[in-house]
């Protein structure tokens, strides 16, 4: 089993920032990718951002430019950090960490951290 430990998220001014972390900690053979999703009210949860083993990274539309994923594999710990933050990314924000031994693969998620963004 894996664990996966959320930090970061607050309350902030738009224009302002934020940095997520998530550490994973448990049985970890191997781990495929790390990413970030959220959900706001009344919405489906989204992808924000993720990161591959060998260091690639996809975001989306809404997020890039402002925000930047990183990983630290010594401490498998991925880091989400949101810069001109804007109303519209309010929401739980869920880290995600896709494990991996042999030919399986697990999905294993946090359980959230609020990002409020609001005057």
């Not at 970030?36 to 996809?58: C, F, H, M």
């Not at 990983?71 to 991925?78: C, F, G, I, L």
């Amino acid at each position: 089993q894996v664990q996966l430990v959320e930090s970061g998220g607050g309350l902030v001014q738009p224009g302002g920032s934020l940095r997520l972390s998530c550490a994973a900690s448990g049985r970890i053979f191997r781990i495929n990718s790390m990413g970030w999703y959220r959900q706001a009210p009344g919405k489906q949860r989204e992808l924000v951002a993720d990161i591959i083993s060998g260091g690639n990274t996809n975001y989306a539309d809404s997020v890039k430019g402002r925000f930047t994923i990183s990983r630290d594999n010594a401490k498998n710990t991925v880091y989400l950090e949101m810069n001109s933050l804007k109303p519209e990314d309010t929401a739980v924000y869920y880290c995600k960490c896709v494990t991996g031994i042999f030919t399986s693969t697990y999905d294993y998620w946090g359980q959230g951290t609020q990002v409020t963004v609001s005057s």
